[in-house]
């Protein structure tokens, strides 16, 4: 069920077309994303470099509630109003999602995000009429908006001299000595035959019952068709933290006029999943398929995409597997929670 809010004279807004965030209380700058870039330089001539692991989840968690703020800002100004017109006012104010990401990457000349390469592909994929069969996300093999403005166009980032890449087919290399050279033949080549006890291939477990990789994505249509929601649902094992990361993303579109846009509506999201392992083998740990107890669901927002997370931290040389339905993310749109369990 779609809920409309329909507002008296009173408690309307309007602004005219074209007239300065600042002006209607909105800080462009708000987010703040570019506090984030300190301490970050470039290697490699292309890719960020960070001083070490936590430095880096420090600049996540910045980016993160960076965007979160900015987003927020208009919410709690404008996010009682029907969805049609809270779009149309933040397209006539020209407001961008993601300014913070912006901002940030702007401190690094020269420097072309994996945020940047998708967003290309996914805006010429809606141009294209975003048939769900060419959708660029099902080669996205990041799918974390703020670890895509972290790593470059071929999904690669130096972190304390160590460079993490991921592969197209999902293969985490590590070039333990920071050799670009190494690197730019991965980037050029990604069936790159250079070896050595510098170079780290992590392959991950795609198959059988039990699996360290999994994701599952679909498509929901409701209002006529006239919007549709796109969901996914991933766990996948991360050498860059060395943890497991169970990842829920709901992103929402609306066709109008006959073209498919990206729309902003009100969705919420959140994942939930196993918790309790149980040592099966050496270097294993297998979860049981209990879920997750007391978790309250996240009050939705008016957002074009929204996501939800959360990690394991194995002990040295243990990594979760998973088995079927072992994860579930509850998302809400259209005025409904709906759930979809992670399957193969």
């Known amino acids: 069920m779609l809920v409309v809010f329909l507002l008296g004279q009173s408690c309307s807004k309007s602004v005219e077309e074209g007239t300065p965030l600042a002006n209607i209380g909105i800080d462009p700058k708000s987010g703040d994303g570019d506090r984030c ?4 330089h470039i290697g490699c001539g292309s890719m960020l470099r960070f001083d070490d692991a936590e430095h880096f989840q420090e600049v ?4 993160e509630l960076a965007y979160e703020a900015y987003n927020d800002s208009v919410d709690q100004l404008y996010g009682s109003l ?12 020209g407001f961008i999602d993601e300014q913070p990401l912006v901002d940030f990457e702007q401190n ?11 967003k290309a592909q996914h805006d010429a994929w809606l141009l294209a009429g975003a048939d769900p069969a060419t959708d660029p996300d099902a080669s996205n093999v990041v799918g974390d908006l703020f670890m895509e403005v972290l790593l470059n166009r071929y999904a690669a980032v130096m972190i304390g001299g160590v ?40 392959k991950g477990n795609y198959s059988g019952d039990c699996r360290d990789n999994a994701e599952e994505r679909g498509w929901q249509y409701w209002d006529s068709g006239k919007k549709r929601i796109k969901w996914r649902l991933k766990f996948k094992y991360s050498q860059f933290f060395d943890h497991h990361r169970t990842f829920a993303e709901v992103k929402s579109l609306r066709k109008k006029n006959g073209k498919w846009r990206d729309y902003r509506s009100d969705i919420g999201i959140v994942v939930n999943g196993p918790h309790n392992g ?13 879920f997750a107890q ?21 002990q040295p040389q243990i990594y979760y ?20 369990d992670l399957g193969w």
């Open 321 to 340: 597997q998973i088995r079927i339905a072992d994860v579930r993310g509850n998302f809400t749109y259209g005025g409904t929670v709906h759930s979809h």
């Open 163 to 202: 460079i993490h890449m991921t592969l197209p087919n999902g293969d985490q290399v590590e070039i333990l000595n920071g050799d670009c050279d190494v690197y730019n033949c991965f980037a050029i080549n990604p069936g790159c035959q250079i070896g050595g006890t510098n170079v780290v291939i992590h």
């Open 294 to 314: 007391g978790y309250d669901m996240i009050k939705a927002v008016k957002r074009r995409k929204y996501r939800s997370k959360f990690y394991w931290f194995p």
């Open 82 to 93: 029907a969805d049609e017109a809270y779009n149309d006012l933040l397209d006539s104010i």
């Open 108 to 118: 690094f000349s020269g420097y072309y995000s994996y945020f940047q390469h998708m």
């Open 278 to 290: 149980g040592s099966e083998a050496i270097g294993r740990s297998s979860i049981n398929c209990e």
């Open 60 to 63: 996540y968690d910045c980016l």
């Open 37 to 40: 870039a300190r301490g970050v």
